[in-house]
Protein backbone atom coordinates (compact mmCIF):
# COMPACT_ATOMS: atom_id res chain seq x y z
CA UNK A 1 0.00 0.00 0.00
CA UNK A 2 1.32 3.74 -0.60
CA UNK A 3 2.31 5.14 1.80
CA UNK A 4 -0.11 8.23 2.82
CA UNK A 5 1.62 11.59 2.96
CA UNK A 6 -0.84 13.17 5.06
CA UNK A 7 -1.07 12.63 9.41
CA UNK A 8 -4.27 10.41 10.29
CA UNK A 9 -5.58 13.69 11.90
CA UNK A 10 -5.82 15.29 8.50
CA UNK A 11 -7.64 12.17 7.21
CA UNK A 12 -10.12 12.66 9.89
CA UNK A 13 -9.96 16.22 9.39
CA UNK A 14 -10.92 15.46 5.69
CA UNK A 15 -13.61 12.59 6.46
CA UNK A 16 -15.13 14.99 8.80
CA UNK A 17 -15.17 17.90 6.36
CA UNK A 18 -17.54 15.32 4.14
CA UNK A 19 -20.24 14.99 6.69
CA UNK A 20 -22.48 17.98 6.64
CA UNK A 21 -24.37 16.82 10.08
CA UNK A 22 -20.87 17.78 11.66
CA UNK A 23 -20.69 20.43 9.80
CA UNK A 24 -23.62 21.94 9.96
CA UNK A 25 -23.12 20.87 14.09
CA UNK A 26 -19.49 23.46 13.71
CA UNK A 27 -21.34 26.33 11.55
CA UNK A 28 -23.18 27.20 14.53
CA UNK A 29 -20.60 26.88 16.76
CA UNK A 30 -17.56 28.47 14.51
CA UNK A 31 -20.56 31.71 13.44
CA UNK A 32 -18.42 34.17 15.79
CA UNK A 33 -15.13 33.53 13.95
CA UNK A 34 -16.58 33.89 10.11
CA UNK A 35 -18.69 37.40 11.33
CA UNK A 36 -15.70 39.41 12.70
CA UNK A 37 -13.52 38.35 10.25
CA UNK A 38 -15.68 39.05 7.31
CA UNK A 39 -16.34 42.35 9.18
CA UNK A 40 -12.58 43.12 9.31
CA UNK A 41 -11.34 42.00 5.98
CA UNK A 42 -14.54 43.06 4.16
CA UNK A 43 -14.46 40.07 1.52
CA UNK A 44 -17.44 37.47 1.11
CA UNK A 45 -15.65 34.76 1.70
CA UNK A 46 -16.42 32.84 4.52
CA UNK A 47 -20.25 31.43 3.55
CA UNK A 48 -20.18 28.03 2.77
CA UNK A 49 -20.51 25.55 5.60
CA UNK A 50 -16.95 24.38 4.65
CA UNK A 51 -15.48 27.60 5.77
CA UNK A 52 -17.96 27.33 8.64
CA UNK A 53 -15.61 24.61 10.33
CA UNK A 54 -12.19 25.76 9.63
CA UNK A 55 -11.50 26.90 12.82
CA UNK A 56 -11.72 23.05 13.75
CA UNK A 57 -8.66 22.04 11.67
CA UNK A 58 -5.68 22.12 14.51
CA UNK A 59 -3.30 20.59 11.87
CA UNK A 60 -1.91 24.26 10.15
CA UNK A 61 1.54 24.03 11.15
CA UNK A 62 3.71 26.33 12.72
CA UNK A 63 5.72 26.06 9.79
CA UNK A 64 3.20 26.93 7.08
CA UNK A 65 2.26 30.21 9.24
CA UNK A 66 5.96 31.12 9.55
CA UNK A 67 6.34 30.71 5.75
CA UNK A 68 3.48 33.24 5.02
CA UNK A 69 5.26 35.96 7.38
CA UNK A 70 8.47 35.07 7.56
CA UNK A 71 10.33 38.46 5.80
CA UNK A 72 12.40 37.30 3.28
CA UNK A 73 16.03 39.48 3.71
CA UNK A 74 18.58 38.92 0.71
CA UNK A 75 22.01 39.58 1.00
CA UNK A 76 22.38 39.64 -2.16
CA UNK A 77 24.74 37.73 -4.78
CA UNK A 78 28.19 39.77 -4.11
CA UNK A 79 27.77 41.86 -7.30
CA UNK A 80 29.60 45.21 -7.75
CA UNK A 81 26.71 47.38 -9.22
CA UNK A 82 28.45 47.43 -12.89
CA UNK A 83 28.04 43.26 -12.51
CA UNK A 84 24.41 43.39 -11.60
CA UNK A 85 22.32 42.36 -15.11
CA UNK A 86 20.17 44.96 -16.01
CA UNK A 87 16.81 43.54 -15.82
CA UNK A 88 14.23 44.38 -19.10
CA UNK A 89 10.51 43.22 -18.02
CA UNK A 90 7.95 43.28 -20.70
CA UNK A 91 5.04 43.20 -19.50
CA UNK A 92 1.40 42.04 -22.05
CA UNK A 93 -2.38 43.01 -21.28
CA UNK A 94 -5.08 40.82 -21.54
CA UNK A 95 -2.92 38.60 -23.24
CA UNK A 96 -3.80 34.90 -22.81
CA UNK A 97 -1.64 31.76 -22.34
CA UNK A 98 -2.49 30.61 -26.05
CA UNK A 99 -1.13 33.07 -28.00
CA UNK A 100 2.97 32.76 -28.48
CA UNK A 101 4.59 29.93 -30.78
CA UNK A 102 6.32 28.43 -28.02
CA UNK A 103 2.99 27.87 -26.12
CA UNK A 104 1.55 26.43 -29.16
CA UNK A 105 0.10 29.61 -30.33
CA UNK A 106 2.59 31.49 -32.98
CA UNK A 107 1.35 29.94 -36.55
CA UNK A 108 -1.71 28.33 -35.35
CA UNK A 109 -2.82 32.04 -34.38
CA UNK A 110 -1.93 32.80 -38.07
CA UNK A 111 1.80 34.37 -36.85
CA UNK A 112 5.07 33.25 -36.26
CA UNK A 113 7.14 34.70 -32.65
CA UNK A 114 10.34 33.11 -33.42
CA UNK A 115 11.86 36.11 -31.32
CA UNK A 116 9.60 35.72 -28.48
CA UNK A 117 10.00 31.75 -28.95
CA UNK A 118 13.90 32.28 -28.62
CA UNK A 119 13.36 33.87 -25.54
CA UNK A 120 12.40 30.88 -24.49
CA UNK A 121 14.89 28.97 -25.77
CA UNK A 122 17.28 30.68 -24.34
CA UNK A 123 15.78 30.48 -20.70
CA UNK A 124 13.41 29.21 -18.38
CA UNK A 125 9.41 29.38 -19.57
CA UNK A 126 6.82 28.29 -17.31
CA UNK A 127 3.16 26.27 -18.01
CA UNK A 128 1.91 27.13 -14.34
CA UNK A 129 2.68 30.83 -13.58
CA UNK A 130 -0.46 32.42 -12.28
CA UNK A 131 -1.79 36.29 -11.84
CA UNK A 132 -4.64 37.75 -10.35
CA UNK A 133 -7.58 37.96 -12.38
CA UNK A 134 -7.60 41.83 -13.30
CA UNK A 135 -5.68 44.86 -14.73
CA UNK A 136 -4.89 46.79 -11.18
CA UNK A 137 -4.70 44.20 -8.86
CA UNK A 138 -2.38 42.26 -11.37
CA UNK A 139 -0.33 45.27 -11.57
CA UNK A 140 -0.21 46.12 -7.85
CA UNK A 141 0.70 42.13 -6.99
CA UNK A 142 3.56 42.57 -9.85
CA UNK A 143 5.20 46.02 -8.15
CA UNK A 144 4.97 44.90 -4.33
CA UNK A 145 5.34 41.38 -4.06
CA UNK A 146 2.35 40.93 -2.47
CA UNK A 147 -1.50 39.66 -3.00
CA UNK A 148 -3.16 42.75 -4.21
CA UNK A 149 -5.81 42.90 -1.67
CA UNK A 150 -3.08 43.61 0.58
CA UNK A 151 -2.47 46.76 -0.84
CA UNK A 152 -6.13 48.06 -1.38
CA UNK A 153 -5.90 47.21 -4.97
CA UNK A 154 -8.35 43.95 -5.13
CA UNK A 155 -9.92 45.07 -8.24
CA UNK A 156 -10.62 47.97 -11.66
CA UNK A 157 -11.36 51.04 -10.12
CA UNK A 158 -14.67 51.91 -11.24
CA UNK A 159 -14.28 55.58 -10.87
CA UNK A 160 -11.30 56.50 -12.20
CA UNK A 161 -11.58 59.78 -10.12
CA UNK A 162 -10.92 57.60 -6.83
CA UNK A 163 -7.35 57.37 -4.89
CA UNK A 164 -6.97 54.57 -6.19
CA UNK A 165 -2.89 52.84 -6.83
CA UNK A 166 -0.40 52.15 -4.01
CA UNK A 167 -0.13 53.76 -1.06
CA UNK A 168 3.48 55.53 -0.51
CA UNK A 169 3.97 53.03 2.15
CA UNK A 170 4.32 49.98 -0.47
CA UNK A 171 7.95 49.19 -0.95
CA UNK A 172 7.56 48.88 -5.03
CA UNK A 173 9.84 47.07 -7.65
CA UNK A 174 11.41 49.66 -8.59
CA UNK A 175 11.68 51.91 -5.40
CA UNK A 176 14.05 48.39 -4.27
CA UNK A 177 15.89 48.39 -7.77
CA UNK A 178 16.79 52.48 -7.17
CA UNK A 179 17.97 51.26 -3.53
CA UNK A 180 20.03 48.39 -4.83
CA UNK A 181 21.71 50.84 -7.27
CA UNK A 182 19.40 50.49 -10.96
CA UNK A 183 18.65 53.19 -13.01
CA UNK A 184 14.66 53.03 -13.82
CA UNK A 185 12.28 53.91 -16.37
CA UNK A 186 9.12 52.82 -17.46
CA UNK A 187 7.00 52.91 -20.93
CA UNK A 188 3.08 52.71 -20.82
CA UNK A 189 0.53 51.71 -19.02
CA UNK A 190 0.18 51.93 -15.27
CA UNK A 191 -3.24 51.73 -13.90
CA UNK A 192 -2.22 51.98 -10.32
CA UNK A 193 -3.42 55.27 -9.61
CA UNK A 194 -3.85 58.35 -11.82
CA UNK A 195 -3.33 61.34 -9.02
CA UNK A 196 -0.45 63.26 -8.16
CA UNK A 197 1.41 60.88 -5.76
CA UNK A 198 0.12 58.09 -7.33
CA UNK A 199 2.20 58.12 -10.54
CA UNK A 200 4.91 55.42 -11.40
CA UNK A 201 7.64 58.22 -10.64
CA UNK A 202 6.25 58.70 -7.09
CA UNK A 203 6.58 54.92 -6.66
CA UNK A 204 10.42 54.85 -7.63
CA UNK A 205 10.62 55.24 -11.38
CA UNK A 206 13.42 57.56 -12.40
CA UNK A 207 11.01 58.28 -15.77
CA UNK A 208 7.64 57.87 -17.03
CA UNK A 209 5.72 58.23 -20.77
CA UNK A 210 3.00 56.43 -20.69
CA UNK A 211 -1.25 56.12 -19.83
CA UNK A 212 -2.01 56.31 -15.82
CA UNK A 213 -5.52 53.84 -16.84
CA UNK A 214 -6.43 51.76 -19.39
CA UNK A 215 -6.43 51.48 -22.81
CA UNK A 216 -10.13 51.64 -23.63
CA UNK A 217 -10.28 55.45 -22.55
CA UNK A 218 -8.61 56.05 -26.04
CA UNK A 219 -12.44 55.61 -27.57
CA UNK A 220 -13.69 58.35 -25.57
CA UNK A 221 -11.51 61.04 -27.75
CA UNK A 222 -13.99 61.50 -30.52
CA UNK A 223 -16.78 59.86 -29.22
CA UNK A 224 -19.74 62.11 -30.24
CA UNK A 225 -22.21 60.63 -27.43
CA UNK A 226 -19.90 61.98 -24.46
CA UNK A 227 -21.76 65.15 -23.13
CA UNK A 228 -18.77 67.75 -22.78
CA UNK A 229 -19.68 68.46 -19.36
CA UNK A 230 -19.29 64.96 -17.82
CA UNK A 231 -16.04 64.79 -20.44
CA UNK A 232 -14.33 67.61 -18.29
CA UNK A 233 -15.16 65.47 -15.01
CA UNK A 234 -13.53 62.12 -15.83
CA UNK A 235 -9.45 61.93 -16.50
CA UNK A 236 -8.37 63.34 -20.12
CA UNK A 237 -7.68 60.46 -22.38
CA UNK A 238 -3.81 61.73 -22.71
CA UNK A 239 -0.14 60.43 -22.54
CA UNK A 240 1.74 61.99 -19.49
CA UNK A 241 5.15 62.01 -18.89
CA UNK A 242 6.98 63.08 -15.69
CA UNK A 243 10.73 62.22 -13.73
CA UNK A 244 11.21 61.06 -10.00
CA UNK A 245 8.99 63.21 -7.98
CA UNK A 246 7.99 65.50 -10.31
CA UNK A 247 4.87 66.42 -11.70
CA UNK A 248 3.16 64.53 -14.00
CA UNK A 249 3.00 66.65 -17.54
CA UNK A 250 0.21 65.62 -20.64
CA UNK A 251 2.30 64.68 -24.07
CA UNK A 252 -0.64 64.71 -26.45
CA UNK A 253 -4.20 62.80 -26.62
CA UNK A 254 -4.71 59.28 -26.73
CA UNK A 255 -7.00 58.80 -29.32
CA UNK A 256 -7.75 55.55 -31.61
CA UNK A 257 -4.77 56.94 -33.60
CA UNK A 258 -2.25 57.38 -30.98
CA UNK A 259 -3.44 53.53 -29.48
CA UNK A 260 -2.31 51.63 -32.97
CA UNK A 261 1.24 53.83 -32.86
CA UNK A 262 1.17 53.40 -28.99
CA UNK A 263 3.66 50.17 -28.58
CA UNK A 264 5.84 51.02 -31.58
CA UNK A 265 6.98 54.50 -29.84
CA UNK A 266 7.57 52.45 -26.00
CA UNK A 267 9.38 50.15 -28.07
CA UNK A 268 11.58 52.99 -29.62
CA UNK A 269 11.67 54.78 -26.42
CA UNK A 270 13.20 51.07 -24.24
CA UNK A 271 15.46 50.97 -27.54
CA UNK A 272 16.47 54.48 -26.62
CA UNK A 273 17.08 54.14 -23.14
CA UNK A 274 19.34 51.07 -23.74
CA UNK A 275 21.74 53.11 -26.31
CA UNK A 276 21.68 55.94 -23.75
CA UNK A 277 22.18 53.79 -20.56
CA UNK A 278 23.95 50.17 -21.68
CA UNK A 279 27.91 52.01 -21.20
CA UNK A 280 26.92 53.64 -17.48
CA UNK A 281 28.41 52.31 -14.31
CA UNK A 282 25.04 51.52 -13.12
CA UNK A 283 22.57 48.13 -13.60
CA UNK A 284 19.48 49.77 -15.37
CA UNK A 285 15.67 48.57 -14.67
CA UNK A 286 12.71 48.75 -18.11
CA UNK A 287 9.31 47.91 -17.44
CA UNK A 288 7.74 47.98 -20.52
CA UNK A 289 4.09 47.53 -20.61
CA UNK A 290 2.48 47.28 -23.76
CA UNK A 291 -0.88 48.63 -24.22
CA UNK A 292 -1.97 46.88 -28.09
CA UNK A 293 -3.69 43.58 -27.18
CA UNK A 294 -6.15 45.28 -24.82
CA UNK A 295 -9.19 47.09 -26.52
CA UNK A 296 -9.35 48.54 -28.56
CA UNK A 297 -7.24 46.30 -30.42
CA UNK A 298 -6.01 48.41 -33.36
CA UNK A 299 -1.95 47.08 -34.93
CA UNK A 300 -0.20 50.13 -36.24
CA UNK A 301 -0.63 51.20 -39.44
CA UNK A 302 2.58 49.05 -41.22
CA UNK A 303 1.61 45.73 -39.36
CA UNK A 304 -2.34 46.26 -39.96
CA UNK A 305 -2.97 43.66 -42.86
CA UNK A 306 0.28 42.61 -43.14
CA UNK A 307 -0.14 38.81 -42.38
CA UNK A 308 -3.77 38.48 -43.89
CA UNK A 309 -4.74 36.36 -41.03
CA UNK A 310 -6.95 39.17 -39.13
CA UNK A 311 -6.26 41.67 -36.07
CA UNK A 312 -4.63 38.82 -33.62
CA UNK A 313 -2.27 37.62 -35.92
CA UNK A 314 -0.81 41.61 -37.00
CA UNK A 315 -0.54 41.79 -33.49
CA UNK A 316 1.88 38.70 -32.83
CA UNK A 317 3.71 39.70 -35.34
CA UNK A 318 4.07 43.50 -34.68
CA UNK A 319 4.86 42.17 -30.88
CA UNK A 320 7.51 39.45 -31.94
CA UNK A 321 9.25 42.54 -34.11
CA UNK A 322 9.20 44.91 -31.49
CA UNK A 323 11.08 42.26 -29.36
CA UNK A 324 13.54 41.20 -31.97
CA UNK A 325 14.12 44.95 -32.29
CA UNK A 326 14.46 44.80 -28.41
CA UNK A 327 16.47 41.94 -28.45
CA UNK A 328 18.96 43.32 -31.50
CA UNK A 329 19.59 46.76 -29.17
CA UNK A 330 20.89 44.62 -26.29
CA UNK A 331 23.12 42.82 -28.92
CA UNK A 332 24.59 46.00 -30.34
CA UNK A 333 25.35 47.54 -27.55
CA UNK A 334 27.23 44.07 -25.86
CA UNK A 335 24.78 43.60 -22.80
CA UNK A 336 23.05 41.12 -24.20
CA UNK A 337 24.05 37.71 -22.02
CA UNK A 338 24.36 40.13 -18.94
CA UNK A 339 20.72 41.57 -19.31
CA UNK A 340 17.83 39.93 -18.21
CA UNK A 341 14.45 39.73 -20.07
CA UNK A 342 11.31 38.49 -18.40
CA UNK A 343 8.05 38.63 -21.21
CA UNK A 344 4.75 37.54 -18.97
CA UNK A 345 1.16 39.21 -19.05
CA UNK A 346 -1.37 41.17 -16.43
CA UNK A 347 -3.61 38.84 -16.99
CA UNK A 348 -5.84 35.96 -19.50
CA UNK A 349 -8.00 37.43 -22.30
CA UNK A 350 -11.09 39.49 -21.59
CA UNK A 351 -14.79 38.98 -22.44
CA UNK A 352 -14.93 40.40 -26.27
CA UNK A 353 -15.38 38.10 -29.30
CA UNK A 354 -11.81 38.88 -30.64
CA UNK A 355 -10.13 37.89 -27.39
CA UNK A 356 -6.77 36.44 -26.33
CA UNK A 357 -6.56 32.75 -26.87
CA UNK A 358 -6.16 30.63 -23.67
CA UNK A 359 -4.47 27.58 -25.32
CA UNK A 360 -5.48 24.78 -23.45
CA UNK A 361 -7.18 26.06 -20.26
CA UNK A 362 -10.81 27.78 -20.19
CA UNK A 363 -12.08 31.19 -19.32
CA UNK A 364 -11.52 34.76 -19.67
CA UNK A 365 -10.06 37.74 -17.27
CA UNK A 366 -12.18 38.89 -14.21
CA UNK A 367 -12.81 34.73 -13.36
CA UNK A 368 -10.95 32.37 -10.99
CA UNK A 369 -10.63 29.89 -14.22
CA UNK A 370 -7.02 28.81 -15.59
CA UNK A 371 -7.37 30.54 -18.76
CA UNK A 372 -7.45 33.61 -16.52
CA UNK A 373 -4.90 32.89 -13.95
CA UNK A 374 -2.16 31.29 -16.01
CA UNK A 375 -0.48 33.28 -18.41
CA UNK A 376 3.34 33.47 -20.10
CA UNK A 377 6.03 33.78 -18.30
CA UNK A 378 9.47 33.66 -19.79
CA UNK A 379 12.69 34.31 -18.16
CA UNK A 380 16.19 34.31 -19.69
CA UNK A 381 19.50 35.14 -18.38
CA UNK A 382 22.32 33.30 -20.33
CA UNK A 383 25.33 31.39 -18.65
CA UNK A 384 22.60 31.94 -15.30
CA UNK A 385 19.40 30.06 -16.44
CA UNK A 386 19.84 26.79 -18.00
CA UNK A 387 18.10 27.51 -21.69
CA UNK A 388 15.64 25.38 -22.58
CA UNK A 389 14.10 24.77 -19.33
CA UNK A 390 10.42 24.52 -19.39
CA UNK A 391 8.54 23.66 -15.85
CA UNK A 392 4.81 22.76 -14.44
CA UNK A 393 5.77 23.70 -10.78
CA UNK A 394 3.61 26.92 -9.40
CA UNK A 395 4.88 30.12 -9.64
CA UNK A 396 3.58 32.89 -8.24
CA UNK A 397 3.28 36.82 -9.70
CA UNK A 398 4.62 37.97 -6.89
CA UNK A 399 7.95 35.65 -7.06
CA UNK A 400 8.73 38.16 -9.58
CA UNK A 401 9.64 40.74 -7.30
CA UNK A 402 11.73 39.17 -4.24
CA UNK A 403 13.28 36.94 -7.08
CA UNK A 404 14.82 39.92 -8.57
CA UNK A 405 15.39 41.65 -4.98
CA UNK A 406 17.69 38.14 -5.15
CA UNK A 407 19.30 39.23 -8.25
CA UNK A 408 19.82 42.74 -7.46
CA UNK A 409 21.38 42.36 -4.05
CA UNK A 410 17.69 44.33 -3.01
CA UNK A 411 16.51 44.19 0.57
CA UNK A 412 12.89 43.77 1.90
CA UNK A 413 11.44 45.23 4.49
CA UNK A 414 10.90 42.95 7.76
CA UNK A 415 7.44 44.86 8.83
CA UNK A 416 4.89 43.55 6.27
CA UNK A 417 4.04 40.26 4.77
CA UNK A 418 5.11 38.90 1.55
CA UNK A 419 3.59 36.45 -0.46
CA UNK A 420 6.62 36.36 -3.29
CA UNK A 421 9.20 33.73 -3.02
CA UNK A 422 13.18 33.99 -4.21
CA UNK A 423 12.81 31.37 -6.89
CA UNK A 424 16.61 31.81 -8.20
CA UNK A 425 17.81 28.71 -7.01
CA UNK A 426 15.05 26.89 -9.34
CA UNK A 427 15.09 29.03 -11.84
CA UNK A 428 19.04 28.56 -11.83
CA UNK A 429 18.07 24.75 -12.27
CA UNK A 430 19.67 24.11 -8.58
CA UNK A 431 16.65 23.13 -6.94
CA UNK A 432 13.76 21.30 -9.23
CA UNK A 433 10.86 22.14 -6.65
CA UNK A 434 9.50 25.69 -6.77
CA UNK A 435 8.75 27.48 -3.52
CA UNK A 436 4.73 27.95 -4.20
CA UNK A 437 2.72 25.19 -3.70
CA UNK A 438 -0.43 27.45 -3.14
CA UNK A 439 -2.58 29.77 -5.36
CA UNK A 440 -4.87 31.77 -3.97
CA UNK A 441 -7.09 32.85 -6.75
CA UNK A 442 -9.27 36.41 -6.28
CA UNK A 443 -11.09 37.64 -8.30
CA UNK A 444 -11.69 41.28 -6.42
CA UNK A 445 -12.27 40.88 -2.77
CA UNK A 446 -13.55 37.44 -3.36
CA UNK A 447 -11.72 34.64 -3.20
CA UNK A 448 -12.76 32.15 -5.87
CA UNK A 449 -10.66 29.08 -5.67
CA UNK A 450 -7.71 27.97 -4.00
CA UNK A 451 -4.81 25.87 -6.18
CA UNK A 452 -3.10 23.66 -4.12
CA UNK A 453 -0.26 21.19 -6.62
CA UNK A 454 -2.18 20.04 -9.08
CA UNK A 455 -5.63 20.47 -7.56
CA UNK A 456 -7.89 23.18 -7.34
CA UNK A 457 -11.03 23.93 -4.81
CA UNK A 458 -13.68 26.35 -6.19
CA UNK A 459 -15.42 28.14 -3.85
CA UNK A 460 -17.33 30.56 -6.20
CA UNK A 461 -17.59 30.51 -10.03
CA UNK A 462 -18.35 33.11 -12.56
CA UNK A 463 -17.97 31.86 -15.96
CA UNK A 464 -17.18 35.19 -17.67
CA UNK A 465 -16.17 38.17 -15.67
CA UNK A 466 -18.48 40.93 -16.90
CA UNK A 467 -22.16 40.41 -15.99
CA UNK A 468 -22.40 36.50 -15.35
CA UNK A 469 -23.51 35.59 -11.50
CA UNK A 470 -21.72 34.65 -9.26
CA UNK A 471 -21.78 31.03 -8.17
CA UNK A 472 -21.41 29.89 -4.42
CA UNK A 473 -20.67 26.37 -3.71
CA UNK A 474 -22.26 24.91 -0.80
CA UNK A 475 -18.84 22.18 -0.84
CA UNK A 476 -15.89 23.12 -2.61
CA UNK A 477 -15.73 21.79 -6.39
CA UNK A 478 -12.27 19.82 -6.66
CA UNK A 479 -10.30 19.65 -9.97
CA UNK A 480 -7.68 17.53 -10.53
CA UNK A 481 -5.87 19.89 -13.09
CA UNK A 482 -3.73 16.76 -14.53
CA UNK A 483 -6.55 14.73 -15.59
CA UNK A 484 -9.23 17.92 -16.29
CA UNK A 485 -7.38 21.11 -17.43
CA UNK A 486 -10.10 22.82 -18.55
CA UNK A 487 -12.67 22.80 -15.45
CA UNK A 488 -15.06 21.13 -16.90
CA UNK A 489 -15.64 17.52 -15.33
CA UNK A 490 -14.89 17.53 -11.37
CA UNK A 491 -17.04 14.38 -10.73
CA UNK A 492 -15.68 11.74 -12.67
CA UNK A 493 -14.11 8.28 -11.78
CA UNK A 494 -10.75 10.07 -12.54
CA UNK A 495 -11.81 13.53 -10.60
CA UNK A 496 -12.45 13.41 -7.01
CA UNK A 497 -13.26 10.10 -6.23
CA UNK A 498 -11.26 8.46 -3.90
CA UNK A 499 -9.26 11.84 -3.36
CA UNK A 500 -11.44 13.24 -0.86
CA UNK A 501 -8.59 14.01 1.11
CA UNK A 502 -7.51 16.92 -0.96
CA UNK A 503 -10.18 19.08 0.89
CA UNK A 504 -7.91 18.83 3.66
CA UNK A 505 -4.76 20.37 2.51
CA UNK A 506 -6.75 22.90 0.22
CA UNK A 507 -8.94 24.30 3.66
CA UNK A 508 -5.39 24.46 5.18
CA UNK A 509 -3.95 26.77 2.60
CA UNK A 510 -7.10 28.98 2.51
CA UNK A 511 -6.81 29.25 6.38
CA UNK A 512 -3.28 29.71 6.38
CA UNK A 513 -4.00 32.49 3.87
CA UNK A 514 -7.06 34.01 5.52
CA UNK A 515 -4.70 34.13 9.28
CA UNK A 516 -2.11 36.48 7.08
CA UNK A 517 -5.15 38.69 6.33
CA UNK A 518 -5.65 38.68 9.98
CA UNK A 519 -2.13 39.56 11.08
CA UNK A 520 -1.81 42.27 8.62
CA UNK A 521 -5.19 43.83 7.83
CA UNK A 522 -5.20 44.87 4.41
CA UNK A 523 -5.16 47.90 3.17
CA UNK A 524 -8.49 49.59 2.35
CA UNK A 525 -9.78 50.79 -1.23
CA UNK A 526 -9.13 54.40 -1.49
CA UNK A 527 -6.89 54.59 1.11
CA UNK A 528 -4.95 57.85 0.89
CA UNK A 529 -1.37 58.91 1.92
CA UNK A 530 -0.10 58.91 4.55
CA UNK A 531 -1.14 55.89 5.27
CA UNK A 532 0.76 53.86 8.29
CA UNK A 533 -0.33 50.18 9.13
CA UNK A 534 -2.44 50.11 12.32
CA UNK A 535 -0.48 47.07 13.92
CA UNK A 536 -2.38 44.69 15.40
CA UNK A 537 1.10 42.40 16.73
CA1 LIG B 1 -5.27 43.46 -18.23
Same mark, same amino acid.
Given at each position: MKKSRFTEEQIAFSREQLDSKEALRYSRLQIGLIIPLNRLLNVNILKSQYYRSLKQMKTITKRTLIAFILVAFFPGLGLASTEKPNIILIFMDNFAYGELGCYGGGITRGAATPEIDKLADEGFRSTNFNVEAQCTPSRANLMTGRYAIRTGNSKVPGDLNLPYGLTQWEYTMPEMLSDAGYSTAMYGKWHLGSKPGRFPTDQGFDEWWGIPNSSNISEWVDNPRIPADILSKIPAPQILTSVKNGEATPVKSFDLKQKASMDGELTDMTIDYIDKHAKDNKPFFVFLSYTNTHVPRIPAPEFDGKTGNGTWADLLLQLDTYVGNIMASLNTNDIYDNTIVIFSSDNGGDFYEDNSFPGMWRGTYFTGLEGSLRVPFIIRWPGKIPARSVSNEILLESDVFVTLAAVAGGTLPTDRIYD??? /?LDFLMGKTPKSQQEVVIAYVADQIHAVKWRNWKGVFNEVE???GSPVKEYLTPVVYDLYMDPREE????? /???QGNSWVISPILMALKAHLKTLEEEPPIKEGTVDPYIPNKTK
Open positions: GKN /EVGYKPYTK /EGL
